[in-house]
């Protein structure tokens, strides 16, 4: 049912859509027992066809909702190439005592920020343009995120994980040739 508004009109002038009765346990029951006894003889109203129609979607969003999103991330996990397992394993290397020890606040974003990485470097790799200085740049742009008192360690992850990760470019890149 669509309502036109004239410019002249007041709000207090607003139609109003009249709302069903609300039904009680009284009503409920008589309801039901009518609706058992004649179906066919019973027309619905177009109120009651929008409430069963609504009554379904919030069913189906309720449901869907529902689905674990275990199962989701499992099957992401299944499509991974094998470049970005490879990828995943590099840098995820030496880092669970570290994401272990930082702060509850940095976790999210550490991990955010790696898969970013992991992202970039997985494009980078498999475009054959990989060279140390960009590989080093995404790593200590990542790693940059450990307290202060680990910066000379995080330079040190860099360097290692730079020189596997050329190790893998290259492979790759003879690998295509």
């Known amino acids: 049912m669509a309502f036109t508004i004239t410019p002249n009109q007041r709000p207090a002038e607003t139609p109003v859509l009249e709302q069903?009765?609300?039904?009680?346990p009284e009503t409920t029951g008589a309801f039901a027992v009518e609706a058992l006894a004649a179906p066919e003889a019973r027309e619905s109203s177009?109120?009651?066809q929008h409430a069963t129609a609504d009554a379904a979607?919030?069913?189906?969003?309720?449901?869907?909702l529902a689905t674990p999103v275990v199962a989701k991330q499992e099957s992401q996990a299944d499509s991974k190439s094998e470049v970005e397992v490879k990828i995943d394993k590099i840098l995820e290397a030496?880092?669970?005592?570290?994401?272990?020890d930082l702060p509850e606040k940095v976790r999210p974003e550490f991990k955010k920020r790696g898969e970013k990485a992991a992202r970039a470097l997985k494009r980078l790799i498999?475009?054959?343009?990989a060279t140390a200085v960009a590989i080093a740049d995404i790593l200590r742009e990542w790693l940059r995120l450990i307290p202060a008192s680990g910066a000379y360690f995080a330079e040190q992850l860099v360097k290692?994980?730079?020189?596997?990760l050329m190790t893998l470019a290259n492979t790759l890149k003879h690998a295509l040739v």
């Open 20 to 24: 069903p009765p609300m039904q009680t």
């Open 46 to 48: 177009p109120e009651e």
């Open 57 to 64: 979607a919030a069913e189906m969003l309720r449901t869907t």
């Open 94 to 100: 030496d880092l669970k005592d570290i994401f272990r």
């Open 126 to 129: 498999e475009s054959a343009k």
């Open 160 to 164: 290692i994980k730079t020189d596997q």
